[in-house]
Structure formats: structure tokens, C-alpha cells
């Protein structure tokens, strides 16, 4: 089943202690991003990813990394969480960049996240 | 850069009453517009897209959208809801030539049957 999978779905962490989300999609597409959703303020863009070792800031990127080591991997890194990421994060995958008319982003699941 | 305005926070309507959500961005140079839908539970998916020509967009379940350039405006219609359409709806935006995309806050739509 074509999909994009994020793991964990749900995590409770403490400030400072680095983390990682991993996201993977089995469609061999070569944009990924990251978004977090937060109450009042939509989703907001993270970083993304045109292909592999390819990656660009989005609106929020501070405190937040990246790596495209693989074109169906795109994890998110947090380094030393604060309690201001406590977020809902979303992982999307398309075929190509934006600007094709016939792209479509694919989300994945979510990952709720929690710094205490 | 480019932002997006959702005049809507909560909407509530009954079954069958026409729907239409406002969504303005800003942004001086062309842009690709899009709606996505946020139901309970589930992932984003996408509404329907605007890329150029016709301005007046038919998307799934339908959802259609008009893209007015003169008020910077993508508002979303549909003319009899359904129970169904409960959901959080999302307008988005993506400047030509770039590939980053900006979200608005969301409105969240409550169909009563």
C-alpha cells in the first residue's frame, strides 16, 4: 500500500533530551517535508526536501534538523527540545516539487509530540 | 514571503445549508492555491488545487473553488453540505517558482444533521 509512515505516533519527552522522528514513504517521490500543526495557527512548514542530500528551510526551521540520506527517509531531529515544540508534526511526500500541476502532497498520519 | 488568511475560525451549519469558507493570501507574484481537508481522525488529503486557467476549480466530493486575482482571494463552496463534511479545512499557498508552502490557521466546519 502506497503510504507515508511516521514513528513514533505519540511521544512524551523531556526538555534537552534529543530526539528523533523518523518519516519513510514507499512511492520512491522526491519532495518530503515536514509541517507542525498548532491550535489557531495552522500547519506550518518545517524544512523540506526536493530529493536526496537536498534540503531547504521552511517558515519555523529554528531548533529543528534534517537529514535526506535516502530518497524515501526524510527524519526529523531534535537536537534539545523545549517545551515550544510540544506540536502535532506531519511528514508529506509528492512525486516532485510544487510547481508540477499534476503533484499532489501525500501526509502522513502525524506525530504528537510533547517536551515537558 | 507569501501568507494566508482564514476569516473563519468555527463554522456550524445544518445539513444541507450552503458553505462557503474565505481564504486570502498575500503574496504580489503568481501562486499556485490549494484546500485540504482534515477529518477526524484521518490525514490531510487535498480538496482541490488551482494552477492557472480557469479560475473556477471542481474538487472531490463537491467542493469547488473560485480563484479571484483582483481580491487575492480562493474561497471555498459547496452548495449542500453533508453530515459528512464535518472536517477542519485548510487553504495553502505556494509562490510559482518556489517550493515551500504556507497554511492558513485552519476553519473547522460542524455539520449538524
Known amino acids: 500500500e502506497a503510504q507515508v509512515t511516521q514513528n513514533p505516533r505519540y511521544l512524551i519527552t523531556v526538555t534537552g533530551k534529543k530526539l528523533t522522528v523518523t518519516c519513510s514513504q514507499n512511492?520512491?517521490?522526491?519532495?518530503m517535508s515536514w509541517y507542525r500543526q498548532d491550535p489557531g495557527l495552522g500547519l506550518r512548514q518545517i524544512y523540506y526536501?526536493?530529493?536526496?542530500?537536498?534540503?531547504d528551510k521552511g517558515d519555523v526551521p529554528e531548533g529543528y534538523k534534517v537529514s535526506r540520506k535516502e530518497k524515501r527517509n526524510f527524519p526529523l531531529i531534535l537536537e534539545s527540545p523545549s517545551p515550544n515544540q510540544t506540536s502535532l508534526y506531519f511528514c508529506?511526500?509528492?512525486?516532485?516539487?510544487?510547481?508540477?500541476?499534476?503533484?499532489?502532497?501525500?501526509f502522513g498520519p502525524g506525530t504528537r509530540l510533547t517536551v515537558l | 514571503a507569501q501568507s494566508v488568511s482564514q476569516h473563519n475560525h468555527h463554522v456550524i451549519l445544518s445539513e444541507a445549508a450552503s458553505l462557503e469558507l474565505g481564504c486570502n493570501y498575500s503574496?504580489?507574484?503568481?501562486?499556485?492555491l490549494f484546500w485540504y481537508v482534515q477529518y477526524p481522525g484521518q490525514h490531510l488529503q487535498l480538496l482541490l488545487k488551482?494552477?492557472?486557467?480557469?479560475?473556477l476549480v471542481k474538487g472531490i466530493k463537491g467542493f469547488e473553488a473560485e480563484f479571484i486575482k483582483s481580491k487575492f482571494s480562493f474561497n471555498l463552496r459547496k452548495p449542500s453540505v453533508q453530515w459528512s463534511d464535518t472536517a477542519e479545512y485548510f487553504c495553502?499557498?505556494?509562490?510559482?517558482?518556489?517550493?515551500?508552502?504556507?497554511f492558513g490557521a485552519g476553519t473547522r466546519l460542524t455539520v449538524k444533521p
Open positions: 508529506a511526500s509528492s512525486p516532485w516539487g510544487l510547481q508540477d500541476r499534476y503533484n499532489e502532497q501525500f
Open positions: 526536501s526536493m530529493n536526496v542530500e537536498v534540503t
Open positions: 495553502a499557498v505556494n509562490a510559482r517558482g518556489n517550493n515551500d508552502m504556507r
Open positions: 512511492m520512491n517521490h522526491e519532495y
Open positions: 503574496y504580489g507574484g503568481t501562486v499556485n
Open positions: 488551482y494552477f492557472s486557467g480557469d479560475p
